[in-house]
Every structure is written in structure tokens, then in C-alpha cells.
């Protein structure tokens, strides 16, 4: 296939270029998707997970709701004398 795409792009760059860059950008793409299926070359973890003595990273613990204030009263208001002072006043001339 490299060598396919190698002759591809010479022809092509004799002849105008557009296509050399199509081919470029394919073998980019190409090499990009394949690098997906090779393994990985350092080691994570040097340690055995079953070793009790290993040492490991110190967790730390930050509360996610940590700035949260109640914005609620501390004792409801009484629900008669709320609603009163809402409602609409009776109109006079009836």
C-alpha cells in the first residue's frame, strides 16, 4: 500500500499537486488510525497490585457541594398570613 501511494503521489506531483496533498493527508490519517492498535511502549504501574507494601499516591477528599448555603429560612412563616398578604383586596364598589 506504502508503495502504491508513494508512486500515487509522485505521479500526482508531476501532474499538479492536488492530489499529492489528498495522499498526504491520507497516509496522515492512515498512520494516525493505526497508532490506535500499537501496544503501549512504558509500563503504568511497575508495582504488583496484590503487594500490601506497595506504595501509592495519597488520595485526597473535596467535598463537591463545599460552597453550598442554605438560602431557606430558618423557621417557615405562616402560611395564612402569606397568602393573605398576596391575594387581591375585594373591590369596594359592589
Known amino acids: 500500500m506504502l508503495t502504491l501511494s508513494g508512486a500515487k503521489s509522485a505521479a500526482a506531483s508531476a501532474v499538479g499537486g ?26 503504568i504501574a511497575s508495582a504488583d497490585p496484590a503487594d500490601p507494601a506497595a506504595k501509592v499516591a495519597h488520595i485526597g477528599y473535596r467535598s463537591t457541594i463545599a ?13 395564612r398570613g402569606r397568602n393573605d398578604a398576596v391575594t387581591p383586596q375585594p373591590k369596594q364598589d359592589r
Open 67 to 79: 460552597p453550598y448555603t442554605s438560602l431557606r429560612p430558618a423557621t417557615p412563616a405562616p402560611w
Open 18 to 43: 492536488r492530489q499529492c496533498r489528498f495522499n498526504g493527508l491520507l497516509l496522515a490519517f492512515a498512520a494516525f488510525a493505526l497508532s490506535g492498535c500499537m501496544p503501549a511502549t512504558t509500563r
